[in-house]
């Protein structure tokens, strides 16, 4: 739970809401920890404390909501964002351009406002963000945010499909579409620019370029695929993926930084695609004669996934040992959470991944 902007989170007991109408309680088995999870820490988003944080969450129906057929107690689900299921972009089978996306999933309410739990003093408590707060043992989520997965699983290690593995991999899939014998170009090798990498070698292409800071990131973007690796510093970054592509079909960034976004589009060749993944760092120019030129620029949510069509996609090519995003994880019991958060942002683990006790 996050009390403070400034304090670590801690761990208390709640009460938690019963499953409403079109909602079903869930067990957590673990939980993905994003650094979009730290956005509470920030009043960018004006999200009420106290907050429960975590979205990567995977876990196991407890009971449902009046109305609820999707999924049925026992079931095993991965957890992924809320969307209305109603407006146009919902109805066109892109749920991430939901018109209600952002309060449904950053404000840590229910889109009536209510806040889905309360604690021991009975102070209502933001308790669904992206619609399932999982930084708990239990959470009540949308059905419409919930994946069935099978039972035969490492159902601990799945939740982290359900946004940052699905957004990296979705941007070069869904968002991008990258295809057999491509370039893509990836800045930042987190968690979501990892599973951009896999991505992009699962689909076939054939120059990945991974960029990064740390070596250590470099060296597991080459194990992960990454045909080439571009040291984040460097001066001539353009002309470097130049030289190594001609000119890129496609680019992701990760970093949010502006100079390395503006290098990637420099680096594309003249119809090449550039995806933007995370929170922006500044503002964007970009030289009108690049885009003139053809090159475009788009902003990507969650990989313009559908989840539950995509996340079995991503499971399917991690049985088949070409997703392998298992090897990105380090687990944490959840009272380490602060731990868990250090090490995230020291660099010396990817991708987090909470335990209830």
């Not at 709640?14 to 956005?39: M, N, S, W, Y």
């Not at 972009?89 to 351009?97: F, M, V």
Request: hydrophobic residues 40%; glycine residues 12%; charged residues 20%.
């Amino acid at each position: 739970m996050l009390r403070s902007r400034t304090l670590p989170f801690r761990v208390e007991d709640v009460i938690l809401d019963g499953p409403g109408p079109g909602e079903a309680l869930i067990q957590v088995a673990g939980t993905g920890f994003c650094h979009t999870d730290l956005l509470p820490r920030t009043d960018r988003l004006g999200v009420a404390l106290p907050l429960i944080a975590g979205h990567e969450g995977a876990g196991t129906v407890l009971a449902t909501g009046p109305g609820v057929h999707e999924v049925s107690t026992g079931d095993h689900v991965v957890m992924s964002f809320d969307s209305c299921g109603t407006c146009r972009a919902c109805l066109s089978a892109r749920p991430a351009g939901c018109a209600t996306f952002f309060p449904r999933n950053l404000s840590g309410r229910r889109p009536d406002g209510t806040g889905a739990a309360k604690d021991t003093a009975g102070e209502e408590m933001s308790a669904h963000w992206f619609g399932q707060s999982s930084f708990a043992t239990h959470a009540v989520v949308p059905v419409r945010a919930l994946v069935p997965v099978s039972e035969a699983l490492p159902l601990e290690l799945l939740g982290p499909l359900g946004c940052g593995f699905q957004t990296g991999a979705g941007a070069v899939v869904n968002s991008l579409g990258a295809r057999a014998g491509s370039s893509v170009v990836v800045a930042g090798t987190g968690a979501v620019g990892l599973a951009a990498v896999m991505a992009a070698r699962a689909v076939g292409a054939t120059v990945v370029v991974a960029v990064d800071v740390l070596p250590l990131r470099r060296k597991l973007a080459e194990e992960l695929g990454a045909t080439h690796t571009l040291d984040g510093r460097s001066g001539t970054l353009t002309e470097e993926i130049l030289e190594i592509t001609g000119g890129a079909d496609h680019a992701v960034d990760t970093t949010g930084l502006p100079p390395v976004i503006t290098s990637l589009v420099r680096g594309l060749h003249s119809e090449g695609s550039c995806g933007l993944v995370g929170v922006q760092r500044g503002d964007l120019t970009v030289d009108p004669l690049l885009i003139a030129s053809g090159r475009s620029i788009k902003g990507i949510i969650e990989g313009d996934a559908v989840p539950q069509l995509f996340v079995p996609q991503l499971i399917d090519l991690w049985q088949q040992g070409r997703f392998p995003f298992d090897r990105l994880i380090r687990r944490y019991p959840l009272d380490e959470i602060d731990r868990a958060e250090q090490d995230m942002a020291s660099g010396e683990v990817v991708k987090a991944v909470l335990i209830p006790s």
